[in-house]
């Protein structure tokens, strides 16, 4: 079995999008882990931050991924208070690479 353990860190958004009617967002992160052939494995989802066009959340998630066949998928939404999504923006990661250290 070849799955490493990914760390990612949701540090912050600069300059988001205005969605509310007062002209701030609500903004949250929701960090997704798929496999293109078997879907989703698992999705996790950072605290709201009221009111804010330039969020931060420095929340740190780990995830166990098998590099070669998993991605990641990067969403930020504006939670609205009439409980329906708005969706901001959109990332994705294709291949999870390893970073080597030198000592």
Known sequence: ENSRIVRVKVIAGIGLAKKDILGASDPYVRVTLYDPM???LTS???KTIKKSLNP???EE???RVHPQ???LLFEVFDEN???FLIFLYKWQLDQL???QRKS
Do not use: P, S
């Open 44 to 46: 996790v989802q950072t």
């Open 69 to 71: 066949q998993h991605r």
């Open 97 to 99: 690479q390893q970073q």
């Open 81 to 83: 208070r009439l409980c």
């Open 38 to 40: 078997n879907g989703v």
């Open 61 to 63: 998630i780990l995830f």
């Open 56 to 58: 931060k959340w420095n």
